[in-house]
Antibody
Framework: QVQLQESGPGLVKPSGTLSLTCAVS?????????WSWVRQPPGKGLEWIGE???????NYNPSLKSRVTISVDKSKNQFSLKLSSVTAADTAVYYC??????????????????WGQGTLVTVSS | SSELTQDPAVSVALGQTVRITCQGD??????ASWYQQKPGQAPVLVIY???NRPSGIPDRFSGSSSGNTASLTITGAQAEDEADYYC???????????FGGGTKLTVL
């Protein structure tokens, strides 16, 4: 059973950098999966931030791309998120999740089968 | 703004059937998946692919798709099904992931 655990500061100052780590247990981060970050502002919906493969390849949400860096540490079986120049609008619960793919007749789909429990990050002075 | 559109709120009488829909152009090319989220909890996958349920998800949950619309159907809704439901898929470019805005399901 794969488990994901987010960790990092719960409070970040405006204009600072948000840094979170997702530790993966019960499975290898070097498996044939991508790994994602998703966030949810209080009372609002889910927003995908980006994803990484163990090779270091990344895809980012275009609306956040200029501020986001996702990296992987295979030796520690974890991946990380950095979000720079944060404002109050970045206050959210941040989740890490494992990507999976479903291949059907002539199409495919992406889904997240394992999620961390989430960590609240508040941007405030 | 999301490339996937969901009704903000839907209600259903206990034991009845409810359909939650998700619309978007990318759904003509990619399958949607569906998540249930209860207050204070992480999302839980309930449907993926054409119509697949992860282990532990009751068979009253089912999925379907037609054109640019994906649907999650709960047949015989239970009180414990009251939650927010989100769809997700690849976007039209195929490079990014998008979520619908979510549907709050109330079981009356």
């Amino acid at each position: 059973q794969v488990q994901l655990q987010e960790s990092g500061p719960g409070l970040v100052k405006p204009s600072g950098t948000l840094s979170l780590t997702c530790a993966v247990s019960g499975g290898s981060i070097s498996s044939s999966n991508w790994w994602s970050w998703v966030r949810q502002p209080p009372g609002k919906g889910l927003e995908w931030i980006g994803e990484i493969y163990h090779s270091g390849s990344t895809n980012y949400n275009p609306s956040l791309k200029s501020r986001v860096t996702i990296s992987v540490d295979k030796s520690k079986n974890q991946f990380s998120l950095k979000l720079s120049s944060v404002t109050a609008a970045d206050t959210a619960v941040y989740y890490c999740a494992r990507d999976q793919y479903y291949y059907g007749s002539g199409s495919y789909g992406i889904y997240f089968d394992y999620w961390g429990q989430g960590t609240l990050v508040t941007v405030s002075s | 703004s999301s490339e996937l559109t969901q009704d903000p709120a839907v209600s259903v009488a206990l034991g009845q059937t409810v359909r939650i829909t998700c619309q978007g152009d990318s759904l003509r090319s990619y399958y949607a998946s569906w998540y249930q989220q209860k207050p204070g909890q992480a999302p839980v996958l309930v449907i993926y692919g054409k119509n697949n349920r992860p282990s532990g998800i009751p068979d009253r949950f089912s999925g379907s798709s037609s054109g640019n619309t994906a649907s999650l159907t709960i047949t015989g809704a239970q009180a414990e099904d009251e939650a927010d439901y989100y769809c997700n898929s690849r976007d039209s470019s195929g490079k990014h992931v998008v979520f619908g805005g979510g549907t709050k399901l109330t079981v009356l």
